[in-house]
């Protein structure tokens, strides 16, 4: 999945697609994007030799970026499980 921005605020919609289905990620190098992704994508500049260079990397590490993205996923899931939990005592529930 390549998704990228120029805005450093912007949360990538394909960026949770590619995490959701386990799949490889090129997005843009910026704070929000990385510290979300870290690892699990590769990051890149938005300039047209930099994106080639990123796509050519994700291809050829496409397995390790897959399990790495499946990984950040469950992680991400189980945080948001716990959070929840942690809402409904506080809720009484």
Not at 11 to 33: F, H, I, N, P
Not at 68 to 77: C, E, K, Q, T, V
């Amino acid at each position: 999945v390549v998704s990228l921005t120029t805005r450093d605020g912007t949360m990538q919609r394909g960026g949770y697609e590619a995490a959701s289905a386990g799949k490889a990620l090129v997005t843009s190098d910026t704070r929000v994007l990385r510290d979300y992704f870290g690892p699990a994508a590769v990051h890149t500049a938005p300039e047209p030799a930099a994106i080639a260079s990123a796509i050519r990397d994700a291809l050829a590490r496409r397995e390790e970026l897959q399990a790495a993205m499946l990984d950040l996923r469950d992680r991400r899931l189980a945080a948001q499980a716990e959070g929840l939990t942690r809402l409904a005592a506080v809720l009484g529930q």
